[in-house]
């Protein structure tokens, strides 16, 4: 099995540039995450999933983030327009579902670069 | 407000040496708590959790809810055990989200 995918591995932007952030989950995964992972620090949830409905966005800054999740499979971050301040690891996680003992698993994550 | 700290962004050891990850949270409720791991151009991935009460890879953890600690131990580190460790707090109440601490980088010396 793949595990959770995420394209691209690396982006380098400019600032004020629009970069979006691609993830397929584990097939049969109802739940799926996105998490910000600046250099030094643990990952941070941005984004929780329930099939296609958003039910924990309250980290995701709505200003400039958006993301969705069409059909309940993969899934789009977008940034636009990208600061400085992004250039962090973008993680997609997945689990069958948020039950209390469900294990996340994650995907290798994108590098953004903003310049 | 949750929260998770692991005092030691580095931690050197000998091959064969004991070691002990750091890993204090703060949390009004009754916590999950989990290890996780990233080896060298590997992804992150669950090492183990306190409610399986099990060993992987020689690690264990105790949760001590008097310390509000979870320190990750192995008492003969290997070469291969060199990786980042990130000790992470499951809210158990409405959703569910993990909270992360910041990681200890271990390295094993040969």
């Known amino acids: 099995e793949a595990g959770v995918v995420q394209s691209p591995r690396y982006k380098i932007i400019e600032k004020k540039q629009p970069v979006a952030f691609w993830c397929n989950p584990i097939?049969?995964?109802?739940?799926l995450y996105w998490y910000l992972q600046n250099l030094g620090q643990g990952p941070e949830l941005l984004i929780r999933y329930e099939n296609e409905e958003a039910v924990d966005d309250s980290q995701l800054p709505k200003d400039r983030f958006s993301a969705e999740r069409l059909k309940g499979v993969d899934s789009t971050l977008k940034i636009q327009p990208a600061e400085l301040g992004d250039s962090a690891v973008y993680l997609c996680?997945?689990?069958?579902?948020?039950?209390?003992?469900?294990?996340?698993?994650f995907g290798p994550g994108t590098r953004l670069t903003v310049l | 407000a949750q929260r998770v700290t692991q005092p030691e962004k580095l931690l050197s050891v000998f091959k064969g040496a004991p070691v002990e990850l750091k890993c204090n949270y703060s949390?009004?409720?009754?916590?999950?708590l989990f290890w996780y791991v990233q080896y060298s151009r590997q992804r992150l991935q669950l090492l183990l959790r306190?409610?399986s009460r099990e060993s992987i890879k020689g690690f264990t953890a105790d949760l001590n809810k008097g310390e509000t600690s979870f320190h990750l131990k192995k008492p003969f580190a290997q070469e291969e055990d060199s990786a980042m460790y990130y000790c992470?707090?499951?809210?158990?109440?409405?959703?569910?989200?993990?909270?992360f601490g910041t990681g200890t980088r271990l390295t094993v010396i040969p």
């Open positions: 992470a707090l499951k809210d158990r109440t409405g959703a569910n989200n993990l909270f």
């Open positions: 949390y009004s409720g009754s916590p999950e």
């Open positions: 097939s049969g995964h109802n739940t």
């Open positions: 306190h409610i």
């Open positions: 996680a997945s689990s069958p579902s948020q039950g209390l003992t469900d294990t996340q698993y």
